[in-house]
């Protein structure tokens, strides 16, 4: 995907520079040229744009939820049922964005949640993401299902900050090759889903048949890690000697099928396609990505595998909040994981705000799963988050303009974010407090 860059690029570094405003004169110096943005700059557009630009089965993944979409609606409803009050003539001509989060200070309260799969979107997601996460001063929450190895990945970001998400595979010593290989790469913590120990009933790709991992792409993470590719030629070497055949059933979608796998696996395309390995790969990862029977004592040895931050993401209930910190964590994610799971799921909007009221203010917890624009990001942040993940919007971006696209909608969400703390009278991110906001008479 060719390259576009939107000028200028809205880094966040000092309080003084004023996001929003240096955006909106960058875009509105451009309109007197006859030029408008690329990447819109409201989701509505964004969103559509982006889905006329991506593959039915790109959309479906990355577009798409669980069951009815319940859970996605419910998101944006949660938003829809309160309101900003602003403040006037507050005397605040500055803000400062930048929150602390395990001992160290991040520019803005953003980060980017790791969405899977983007090779659907296109091949190089990831190293797009991460040096639009790089170029912003973002950190990015790198995906465990991404189809470039994390070390590449940490690479492209040429010093930008990172964390690194695990699903928890059921080989245990494949968990612990997957920290590892985090802690090497310069990972700041270690972000644990929770909410995906099976796959979710998602219509819009069962509709289409379509799983990119069995089509061996987001599956990178794996094939580079020399545990999981011990588990796959033990596999292999156990089916040769059984005399287990796989089945050779030839239809042409079996034949794409091949070759995507074989395009995706690491090594030349001739030799995979003479070699049982790409397929066997796709076959593990779909049998032990992820641990259906995942329990809290898995967690508490987290202490004694990671020297990381521990991040639980998918946490929901308020007992479960109450749980994780008595087992040490550092921080949880409060997330339906963008509705994708279970349909009319809470509002991951109302879980943080349960699950603030039940372990008080001190505990770090970051909120994702229906963030679209900087305003939403300033309305969690008053409700009790200490950060914000952002998923879908940089995607959509990605999908219009590759790295350019994906920084254009960061810098766009944090300039909303500093201009609606600027008509409040927030001065501080990290103050963005209740009284900002009211249930909405509206409603």
Known sequence: MPQQHEHPTATATTPSEGLGRSRQSAIYRDGVLGRRPTVPTDFAELERRAAKASSAKAWAYVAGGAGEGRTMRNNRAAFDRWAVVPRMAHGEAARDLSVDLFGKSLPTPLLLAPVGAGQLIDPDCDL?????????????????????????????????RHWM????????????????????????????TLDTTLLGWRPQDLNLGSLPFAQGKGIGQYTSDPRFLQIVRDRIAAAKSSGTKPDTTITLGAIKSLISMTRQHPGSFW?????????ASVETFLDIYSNPGLRWSHIETLRERTRLP???????HPDDARRAFDLGVDALVVSNHGGRQVDS?????????????????????????GIRTGADVFMALAHGADACLLGRPYMYGVALAGQAGAEAVIANVLAELDLTMALTGASRARDISPELVVPNPSR
């Not at 950190?139 to 590449?152: I, L």
């Not at 699903?167 to 644990?192: C, F, M, P």
């Not at 699950?355 to 994702?368: H, K, N, W």
């Open 128 to 160: 797009h993401v991460a040096r639009a996460a790089a170029a912003t001063g973002v950190p990015y929450v790198f995906t465990n299902q991404g189809g470039t190895p994390m070390e590449e990945t940490a690479a492209a970001m040429d010093g930008g």
């Open 345 to 369: 799921s809470i509002a991951s909007l109302d879980a943080l705000i349960a699950v603030r009221e039940a372990i008080g203010p001190e505990p770090t917890v970051l909120f994702d799963s």
């Open 271 to 279: 030799s995979n396609l003479r070699s049982p390995e790409p397929r």
């Open 310 to 316: 521990v991040v639980l993401k998918g946490i929901l």
């Open 165 to 192: 998400q695990l699903y928890w595979s059921t080989d245990e010593d494949l968990v612990d090759s997957l920290i590892g290989r985090a802690e090497a790469n310069g990972a700041e913590a270690l972000v644990v």
